[in-house]
């Protein structure tokens, strides 16, 4: 009888990475005037509320539609070359125990997925360089080459990701019984209880309560990954308080 393939799923933001994916991609897309300055100014201030507080099914789900309708209209080929640099950043932000945590399950010869309601264009590239299997993240519809500004399948967070998952075990032979899953949120709770080996990466109170009812284990990182926060939510600040007061300037400049 041929062995099963199992698996390792990883949540991105505040999992791998410490901090949000979204802000990187967005301070990128502002670089390269895609997106308007204004609109950073308001992604940056939810990235600091979301590394300290995580994300609510609401913040979600309003930023999902608001990235949606940003999207629509531009070409893919632009969004994709967002990824020189945004990965460099996204790879020096990438936790140390969780490298370890892959290198632990390569060596099993478990295959290795990030699922993150990130948009696929930044999940596929950040997991091939980091030599996993590949990436699930949010697919914006495309037609022509050009975003429409709706999706192209379910949104990938909370139950979305399980249904991703589900999907793609049949597709390739993984035994989920016998597979793994780490996040920070209770958001993840569909993944988490979808495996047979749920692990709490820093999480959050509830699912800190929650893994101790299930005996699922909880892992604290080092307080190497809490300073890179600490440092990453200084300059949050620093980079918002000076486009505010650009925008605001910008703003007095036209009342002129």
Not at 93 to 108: G, K, T
Not at 210 to 233: C, D, E, H, N, Y
């Amino acid at each position: 009888m041929t062995e099963k393939t199992t698996a390792a799923f990883f949540d991105l933001d505040r999992t791998l990475i410490a901090g949000s994916s979204a802000f990187v991609f967005a301070r990128a897309a502002r670089d390269a005037g895609l997106i308007r300055i204004q609109d950073f100014v308001v992604d940056a201030m939810k990235a600091l509320k979301f590394r300290f507080f995580g994300s609510t099914d609401n913040s979600t789900f309003e930023v999902r539609e608001r990235i949606l309708a940003a999207a629509g209209g531009l070409r893919q080929s632009d969004l994709a070359g967002l990824n020189e640099m945004v990965l460099p950043e996204l790879l020096g932000l990438i936790r140390p125990e969780a490298r370890a945590l892959l290198d632990q399950h390569h060596a099993a010869g478990r295959e290795t997925w990030i699922v993150s309601a990130s948009p696929i264009e930044i999940v596929e590239p950040l997991a091939h360089a980091l030599g996993m299997t590949g990436g699930i993240g949010t697919v914006g519809e495309v037609e022509n080459g050009v975003y429409t500004g709706k999706l192209a399948g379910p949104f990938c967070y909370g139950e979305g990701k399980a249904e991703a998952i589900t999907t793609l075990a049949t597709q390739r032979g993984i035994d989920l019984a016998n597979s793994w899953s780490y996040s920070d949120s209770m958001s993840d709770l569909p993944m988490m209880n979808l495996v047979g080996n749920a692990v709490a990466v820093n999480p959050d109170a509830e699912l800190t309560a929650l893994s101790r009812q299930k005996g699922w284990p909880v892992v604290v990182f080092a307080q190497r990954s809490k300073m890179l926060i600490r440092r990453s939510t200084t300059a949050t600040l620093a980079v918002s308080g000076m486009l505010l007061m650009y925008s605001l300037g910008l703003r007095q400049g036209r009342k002129r």
